[in-house]
C-alpha cells in the first residue's frame, strides 16, 4: 500500500480512540480535535520513522502524549497563578482545620465504587486549573512517575510536588461541599 492509502486507513481507523484519549486528558473537544490532527501532520512528516516494531496505534498514542504535553506545557507558561488564600492566613497557618479531619468514610474503595462520588469527583476534577488537572491525572490516574511527569511537562519536581498538594487541597474542598456535606 502506498503512504497516503496507510495514512488514510490509520485516520480512519484510530482517530477515535486518539480522539477518545485526548478529550479525557484535556477536557475541551476543540484542542483534543486540534491535537489529534497534529497528530496525524505529524504522522504524515515521521511517516519513514515507523518502523513497524509496534502495532500503529501504539506509535500513535506515543505522538499523542507528546502532542499533549507540548500543548499543556505552552497552556502552563501562560496561565495565571491561582490563590489559595482561603486555606491560610497571613502567617501560613491553616484558617481552617476542617480540612484536616478525616471524613467518615468505612472504606476507599466504597467511595469508589459508587457511580455517584466518581460523578461528582470527576466534576471537581474538571473544575481544577488546566494545568494542575494534567499534572493529576498523569500523576493518580495514568500512574506516571513523578520525574516523568516532570520531564513530559518541563517542571521542576518541587512545582509538581506543590501542584498536586494545592490540586489535593481544591479537590477536597469541592468534595467536602458538593458530596460529603450532602450524604
Known amino acids: 500500500m502506498m503512504k497516503n492509502e496507510i495514512l488514510k486507513s490509520w485516520i480512519e481507523q484510530y482517530s477515535g480512540p486518539l ?6 486528558m484535556l477536557s475541551n ?6 491535537v ?11 511517516y519513514d ?3 513497524g516494531k509496534s502495532q500503529p ?8 502524549n507528546r502532542k499533549i504535553a507540548d500543548f499543556y506545557r505552552k497552556k502552563y507558561k501562560s496561565e495565571p497563578n491561582i490563590k489559595l488564600d482561603h486555606f491560610f492566613d497571613e502567617t501560613g497557618s491553616w484558617k481552617n482545620n476542617d480540612v484536616l479531619q478525616d471524613w467518615n468514610v ?10 455517584d462520588f466518581n460523578k ?3 466534576e471537581c476534577i474538571e ?8 499534572l493529576l491525572k498523569m500523576y493518580y490516574i495514568e500512574e506516571k512517575k513523578a520525574p516523568d511527569v516532570s520531564q513530559e511537562l518541563n517542571v521542576s519536581t518541587t512545582n509538581l510536588w506543590k501542584i498536586l498538594q494545592r490540586s489535593r487541597m481544591q479537590l477536597r474542598e469541592c468534595l467536602e461541599f458538593n458530596w460529603f456535606s450532602k450524604v
Do not use: C, G
Not at 19 to 24: D, G, N, Q, R
Open 19 to 24: 480522539l477518545k484519549k485526548a478529550l479525557y
Open 29 to 34: 473537544k476543540e484542542d483534543a480535535q486540534d
Open 36 to 46: 489529534v490532527q497534529d497528530v496525524f501532520i505529524a504522522v504524515f512528516s515521521n
Open 49 to 51: 520513522s515507523f518502523e
Open 57 to 64: 496505534l501504539t506509535w500513535l498514542m506515543a505522538i499523542l
Open 106 to 115: 468505612s472504606t476507599e474503595s466504597e467511595l469508589l465504587d459508587n457511580s
Open 120 to 122: 461528582t469527583l470527576e
Open 127 to 134: 473544575e481544577l486549573p488546566a494545568r494542575w488537572k494534567i
